[in-house]
């Protein structure tokens, strides 16, 4: 199995940016998805999930109304959408896949490699 997340960069406060994960070798559709991040001196929490139809979101209080997770199973694909970025955002953010919708990390079986996002003020 692998998750592949690039979309990430340097961008201003009040920017956006799109993020993807690529899976491979995995059945897509049956995986709940999320995006987590990690900032330095903290511990990696969860931004957001996706169920494996997509009709089901959940996110973090802190990037709900900004971020928007989708995916694409024909692609095999999760996307999250960042609007509104503020400093506090700026983390490595990891794609990961789980057999259901979970907030912790040992609940998610495959991890992609991590992509930086970086808000500068």
């Known amino acids: 199995v692998q998750l592949q997340a690039f979309g990430g960069g340097l961008v201003q406060a009040g920017g956006y940016l799109r993020l993807s994960c690529a899976a491979s070798g995995l059945t897509f559709s049956r995986y709940v998805m999320g995006w987590f991040r990690q900032a330095p001196g903290k511990e990696r929490e969860r931004v957001a999930a996706i169920s494996g139809s997509g009709g089901t979101t959940v996110y973090a209080g802190s990037v709900k109304g900004r971020f928007t997770i989708s995916r694409d199973n024909a692609k095999n694909t999760v996307y999250l959408q960042m609007n509104s970025l503020k400093p506090e955002d700026t983390a490595v953010y990891y794609c990961?896949?789980?057999?259901?919708?979970?907030?912790?990390?040992?609940?998610?079986?495959?991890w992609g490699q991590g992509t930086q996002v970086t808000v500068s003020s």
């Open positions: 990961a896949a789980a057999r259901a919708i979970a907030a912790t990390t040992d609940a998610y079986d495959y």
